[in-house]
Each structure stands twice: as C-alpha cells, then as structure tokens.
C-alpha cells in the first residue's frame, strides 16, 4: 500500500497539531482520523470540550450504545481513574450526566492542587467482539532516541501490559523493512498467531528510515 502526497499531508498535519500543543502523544480520535486517511474503517465518534458542549444533533446520529472516554495528555490508563464506561442510555441529557459524573470521579484521583489537564471526551461506537486472545491488538509508534521510529506491535487489551511483561519477551525487526517482512510479521506475532498457537509476542519494528519533519511524531517521508 503506498500512500498518495495529499494523504501525507493529511497525517502530517495531524502530527503537526499535536507537536503545536506541545504533546508528544496522540489523542485516540487522531488516531482514527490518521486510519481514516490511510483508507482504513475507523468506530463512529464524537469528540467533545465538556458536557455543556455536548450537539445534541450531532449525538442523535451515532450509535445507541457509546463508549465514553476522557481525552487527556496526563491520562495514559483512563481505566484505572474511571475515565472509560460504556453508556447504554444515551439521550443527550444521560450523556451530559455521565460526562459530569466521569469527570468528578477522575479528579477524586488527583490532588485538589494538582488536577489533570482534561481536554474534552470522547463518545465512541460500540463494538462487540470476543474478548479470547487474539481479537485485540495494541500498535504503537515512538521515537526511540538510539533507534530511531519504533513500531510496536503486540497483544491488545486490558492485560496488554501483563502479557508484555511475563509472557513472551519483545522480538526484534530491524530494517529496511520491504513488502514481505511488514506479511511475516502479521502472521508470526499478536492476534494472528493467538488465533493459531495461543502463543504471544511482542515485536518491535525499528525503521531507520529518514523524517521529512524535526518534531518526534512526523510521518517518514514516502
């Protein structure tokens, strides 16, 4: 799959939007508006700044059930300070409540003098799917300072970092990486082979390729 120039711009300037808000993490809805650019079907969802800020209109076009998130740059685990739940009612009145409710409960938290920077949240489609191993895959990018771009692909889920950890130790692919290493590595590691051998890897794709952009999160040029 190559990419076209308009659609390197269009995750550039993604990337650009972060790096501008002095972040060096994307939020989840940019991640789904980098798939979207890259071709790929991404849930249905609805960013908002507060509760207040809730369009009803535009909350009347999703899903009956939603997943709400909280968007935050100092929140890595929504989970663990209740920043994830599952709305089953989802009338705009019952969405604002709960965005309340969430956002009171992440601040129970933190320090009254030290609250999170809380940018908004996130209301997701649902999805079902069979939560066995090897339906959830986590896929991650980062800067590594002596590797340069490091692609992460391993389990998904909750017990991600679990696994991770005592499970299988991560696997090394160095680069370049052509057209047949990118198909090996889908079907020797993560959900692929869960789904054959239950066996777990976690593998972590090294491209020394160069970036058009300085900041740590651009995209390699094509």
């Known amino acids: 799959m190559f990419f076209t120039e308009d659609q390197f711009r269009q995750i550039n300037a993604i990337f650009d939007r972060a790096a501008d808000d002095a972040r060096d993490t994307l939020y989840e809805y940019e991640v789904y508006e980098i798939l979207r650019a890259a071709g790929l079907s991404v849930p249905r969802y609805l960013a908002v700044a507060s509760a207040a800020a809730l369009d009803a209109a535009a909350l009347a076009a999703m899903p009956d059930t939603l997943v709400l998130k909280v968007i935050s740059p100092q929140i890595a685990h929504k989970q663990k300070v209740g920043g994830v739940k599952v709305l089953g009612n989802t009338t705009a009145g019952s969405v604002r409540a709960a965005i309340r409710a969430m956002e009171a409960d992440i601040l129970s938290h933190f320090p009254p003098d030290a609250p999170p920077r809380i940018t908004g949240f996130l209301l997701t489609e649902f999805i079902q799917f069979p939560h066995a191993i090897g339906y959830e895959v986590l896929f991650g990018i980062q800067d590594d300072p002596a590797f340069g771009p490091v692609l992460t692909v391993s389990k998904g889920g909750d017990d991600a970092e679990f696994f991770a950890k005592y499970y299988d130790p991560a696997n090394l692919i160095m680069p370049p990486l052509d057209g047949r290493r990118p198909r090996r ?38």
Not at 188 to 210: D, E, F, H, V
């Open 185 to 222: 590595l889908s079907t020797a590691s993560t959900s692929a082979t869960s789904l054959k051998t239950s066996a777990i890897r976690n593998t972590c794709i090294c491209l020394k390729t160069p970036y058009r952009c300085s900041a740590s999160l651009r995209t390699p040029t094509p």
